[in-house]
Every structure is written in structure tokens, then in C-alpha cells.
């Protein structure tokens, strides 16, 4: 009985000594003990912090992307989710070590679709009006996330604008946030 960590590293050492029966059969089985949800993606609920370095969340799920993405490489659906989970843990938690982010980055931008390559990811629409950060004044388009921030004058702002809708167009995960302030 091997934890998460230590199968990875078993399916990976094994796939490399062209062992591939059995590095298929353990991502079957990682695989078979896995939660897939359309939220968090691809995660294992053993997949938990303790006191030695093969417990590590992050590291693990890192490694994880990288065996199915080495063993499996036309499994492009399975390393998303994987990833997902990775981009959601980040988006919750800190990464608490350097070595967690370098491993999780590695896996993110290595492996799995190219989600960064995206330019067009959303369509903002408020009161009826699209919105189109590289038209608007002193706003940027953060590169590769395609983060913006714009905000608009107590003059300019209408009931109207009250309405919402964001379409999601490109391929890959995306994340926003809105809110009404009153000063």
C-alpha cells in the first residue's frame, strides 16, 4: 500500500524502464480512487498535508499531472482536470513553499492544453454593452490571464448597468469577479 506520491513516482520510474503494463495499470487505479467534479476537477481526498515530504498537496498533484500527461499523453481531459484542481487549490490557499509553486508551475505550463495561448477567453456585456478592455482608457490586459480592471465615474454609471452577463469563449478555465461600490 503506497500513497499517492510514491504510486506517481512508481508509474513514472516504471513507464521510463518501459514497463507500461504496469504504469498503465497504477493510473487505472489512481484514476479508479479519484473524484472528478466539474468544479474542482480531477483530485483524491487522501490527498492531504503531514509530516513527511511525500505528503505534500501540491507536489503530489504536480507529479500526478506529470505521470498521466507522460503515460497518457492523448489524455488531455484527464491533465486538465488534474489542473484544475491545482488552479482552484491556488485560488483558495497559499502555495507554502517554493518548491510547491516551481512544481505546480512546471505542471501547469507543461502539460495539457495550452489555456495561456487563449486571447479571447471572455465576453463582458453590461446594460446591453460589450466591453472591450484594449479600447477602454488606462485599462491593461494582464498577458496571458487576460485580467482586467476598469471602473466608471458616479456620472456615467446607469440602472441599466445593473445588468450583467459574461460569456466564457475560449478553451480553458477562467475566473472573475464584479462589485458595486458606493463612496
Do not use: C
Not at 56 to 71: G, N, R, V, Y
Amino acid at each position: 500500500k503506497r500513497g499517492l506520491y510514491e504510486q506517481g513516482m512508481l508509474a513514472l520510474v516504471l513507464h521510463r524502464k518501459d514497463d507500461a503494463k504496469t504504469s498503465t495499470k497504477i493510473l487505472h487505479a489512481l484514476e479508479e480512487n479519484s473524484i472528478t467534479s466539474e468544479e474542482l476537477g480531477m483530485y483524491w481526498k487522501s490527498n492531504t498535508s503531514s509530516w513527511f515530504w511525500y505528503q505534500a498537496p501540491i507536489e503530489t498533484q504536480a507529479l500526478l499531472i506529470e505521470a498521466f500527461s507522460e503515460i497518457r499523453p492523448a489524455d488531455i481531459e484527464t491533465v486538465d482536470n488534474l489542473k484544475i484542481w491545482l488552479l482552484k487549490n491556488k485560488q483558495t490557499n497559499q502555495w507554502s513553499t517554493t518548491k510547491a509553486t516551481t512544481e505546480a508551475v512546471y505542471a501547469l505550463l507543461l502539460q495539457g492544453s495550452e489555456w495561456l495561448s487563449v486571447t479571447d477567453a471572455v465576453e463582458v456585456l453590461i446594460g446591453g454593452e460589450k466591453i472591450n478592455p484594449s479600447t477602454l482608457e488606462d485599462v491593461k490586459v494582464e498577458t496571458g490571464t487576460g485580467y482586467f480592471k476598469t471602473s466608471w465615474n458616479t456620472t456615467e454609471i446607469q440602472p441599466k448597468m445593473g445588468e450583467v452577463q459574461i460569456r466564457k469563449k475560449g478553451d480553458g478555465i477562467a475566473w472573475g469577479a464584479l462589485y458595486w461600490q458606493y463612496f
